[in-house]
């Protein structure tokens, strides 16, 4: 992992080059001199994302507030050969949303309606800024809701979601946001409007759609987006089992998988975790005496379902689990939730610097990595939280420290990578949802070869030949063969 940057507070001011002097006029006579911002001050906001681990101030930020002007943005920075990062709600945790400060920042924020939804047909139209949690209240009057439910799901948006293939705890039973989007209108970044997929079923040919999705806006950004809606589930019912040993907790999810029980979701929560949710706001009455906690949501059809919540129950206590509680009511089942879904923000009590990772290993080795894990903190004097989705083996250890403490920092890197290598080894691989972005381009030679590296620059030469969208992101450019002899490329730069 790369050293942080500067603060921006300290990176020296840079004065616009000719074409981008150019793009913040055309840009201006499109959106109004309102929506581009320019002065340094405005443009801290968006100088990291939701993992403030890194700091990069863009040239620009702009944001369009119709199809029409998002349309131009683009058209107008493809003809001055200007490079931009799409923005959504900014929550991504990989650096993913930064851009450079030769590069323009296109805010999606604005284009945030739910165009339309089809009860009937179980599918949604929604622009690339509308609120994830938002859609599936627009949709709960049909009974229905969106299923992929990232822990940021209040705030980000679907364009976000679609661009890193975003996940969340139901995703172990209805999948990723690429199980529930049938189209895409894109624009790509020389300016040309296409469609990917289809409402209609399944198209021959290559599958773009799936390309797209996931693609960390490198291939071009999304203008409107069609999304399957689940039918809300008939039944509900939440367990929560708490630990006194971490490695007991993981021999349950592997024990509940194996029984063919499908949870809806299965969240796991270490010591650390606990004690910081429960001295928040968030309190969701989880023991603070224990070293685990694992959440399961069963749901479906109500007949069966008890017998499902008996065998689940048996299989966490066979595992050493020394409480099972059932929810009583939907009010008590949200306040479990809740502890959950805001771990991360709780986390904020530890210390004034938070830093995540994530990655998959199979879930029959979660307790030897999370035993490593656990051997790693204790040698780098770190404090590691894990909150994590147990049941697919996508784990985010947290690591707060403080980052004006230059050697707390370097601390922080060692662990983490030495984490991640630990994953690696366990036949796991870097990233289950929050993507590579800038935070994990030095692990992609772990996992992939120089031939696949080179095909995934081959496949972003399809949509982006110039590679002006999203540069220096998901694939490190020292891998692109065609680039090699072009010294000015590593640092993100268009050749003459």
């Not at 409402?199 to 797209?212: C, K, S």
């Not at 996931?214 to 367990?239: H, I, M, Y």
């Not at 290598?421 to 692990?443: F, P, R």
């Amino acid at each position: 992992m790369a050293m942080a940057a500067l603060p921006i507070s300290e990176a020296a001011s840079v004065a616009l080059s000719p074409a981008l002097e150019r793009a913040a006029s055309r840009l201006a006579s499109i959106v109004g001199p309102r929506a581009i911002l320019s002065r340094p001050s405005e443009l801290v906001t968006y100088s990291a994302d939701g993992l403030p681990f890194y700091r990069k101030r863009p040239a620009l930020a702009v944001f369009p507030e119709t199809r029409e002007q998002l349309i131009a943005v683009v058209r107008a920075l493809a003809e001055e050969r200007v490079p931009f990062v799409p923005r959504g709600a900014g929550t991504g945790l990989s650096g993913g949303a930064l851009a450079e400060n030769d590069a323009v920042v296109i805010g999606l924020n604005r284009l945030r309606r739910i165009i339309s939804i089809d009860p009937e047909n179980r599918r949604a139209v929604v622009e690339p800024g509308a609120v994830n949690a938002g859609l599936t209240r627009a949709a709960s009057e049909y009974g229905l809701h969106y299923a992929p439910d990232p822990s940021s799901q209040t705030a980000c948006t679907i364009g976000g979601n679609v661009a890193e293939n975003a996940g969340g705890p139901h995703c172990l039973k209805y999948g990723v946001t690429l199980n529930h989007v049938i189209a895409l209108t894109v624009i790509l970044p020389d300016g040309e409007l296409v469609s990917l997929g289809s409402t209609e079923g399944e198209r021959d040919g290559y599958d773009l759609l799936g390309a797209f999705v996931g693609s960390e806006g490198c291939f071009g950004v999304a203008v409107d987006v069609t999304v399957r809606l689940v039918k809300n589930p008939e039944s509900v019912r939440t367990l929560l089992a708490d630990y006194t040993a971490i490695v007991d907790a993981a021999r349950a999810v592997s024990a509940i998988i194996a029984s063919g029980v499908v949870p809806a979701a299965m969240e796991m929560m270490d010591g650390p975790t606990i004690r910081a949710v429960e001295a928040s706001i968030y309190a969701a009455g989880y023991p603070v005496d224990a070293d685990a906690v694992l959440l399961v949501e069963l749901d479906g059809l109500a007949a069966g379902l008890e017998e499902d919540v008996a065998l689940v129950e048996r299989l966490c206590r066979e595992a050493g689990a020394r409480s099972v509680r059932v929810a009583r009511d939907e009010a008590e089942r949200a306040r479990l939730w809740q502890g959950r879904k805001k771990a991360f923000g709780a986390m904020g009590r530890i210390s004034p610097d938070l830093v995540v990772q994530d990655a998959v290993v199979p879930r029959t080795r979660l307790p030897d990595v999370l035993a490593e894990i656990h051997r790693i903190a204790q040698e780098t004097g770190v404090l590691v939280c894990n909150v994590f989705h147990a049941g697919d083996g996508n784990l985010h250890p947290n690591i707060a420290y403080d980052a004006r403490n230059p050697e707390a920092t370097a601390r922080v890197h060692h662990a983490m990578r030495a984490i991640m290598n630990a994953c690696i080894a366990a036949g796991g691989t870097i990233t289950g949802e929050h993507g590579v972005g800038l935070d994990k381009l030095d692990y992609m030679p772990l996992v992939f070869t120089d031939d696949t590296l080179d095909a995934m620059c081959r496949l972003r030469d399809v949509f982006d030949p110039e590679r002006r969208a999203n540069p220096g992101k998901v694939v490190p450019v020292r891998s692109c063969r065609e680039w090699r002899m072009a010294p000015n490329t590593r640092r993100g730069e268009l050749p003459a």
